[in-house]
């Protein structure tokens, strides 16, 4: 009995082959936005994307405004340059708590997973690039007996 199983599976040959599970769908809302929640150390961005003209807003004011270095809108625009989507996006958001590297780090995750919401086929080149992933490191906690997290105090013979 097993036998026939096994010569009937080599009859199929090529009609076997897995079929490749279909792309979500875009998740998109009444108003044509995707939403995301992106975070970096204790940075939480709140993102909408839609498509439109490359203007980011962030906490009610412009980009260019908000994050004043260079590096800071660089690390926004990474997401668009990588999937190929640069200047096609308009991004609204809203970022509350950490330092403006770590905001601008938590808006970059937000931007990347409501790229991928918005057009799925985007994931690859997104993955491949890092940004999906949560960047962990946050800082540190002090420890009892220490300066700080590791520093210990100065040592004194007398």
């Not at 792309?23 to 994307?49: C, F, S």
């Not at 490359?54 to 994050?67: A, H, K, L, M, P």
């Not at 340059?81 to 958001?93: K, L, M």
């Not at 950490?98 to 931007?111: P, W």
Request: proline letters at 6%; one cysteine or more.
């Amino acid at each position: 009995m097993a036998e026939e199983t096994i010569t009937d599976l080599a009859d199929l040959g090529e009609a076997a082959i897995e079929v490749p599970k279909p792309l979500p769908e875009p998740q998109i809302d009444a108003q044509g936005r995707a939403y995301a929640t992106g975070k970096r150390k204790n940075a939480v961005a709140r993102v909408w994307i839609k498509p439109g003209s490359g203007r980011v807003v962030v906490n009610g004011r412009d980009q260019e405004t908000y994050f004043a270095r260079p590096v800071l809108r660089m690390i926004l625009r990474q997401p668009f340059e990588a999937a190929g989507r640069d200047q096609q996006y308009d991004v609204w958001c809203t970022v509350k708590g950490g330092g403006l590297s770590g905001q601008a780090g938590a808006v970059r995750h937000g931007i990347s997973k409501a790229l991928v919401l918005f057009e799925p086929t985007l994931r690859p080149p997104l993955k491949a690039g890092g940004f999906l992933t949560r960047d962990s490191r946050v800082v540190e906690r002090k420890k009892y007996g220490r300066a700080k997290a590791r520093r210990s105090f100065q040592f004194s013979k007398r």
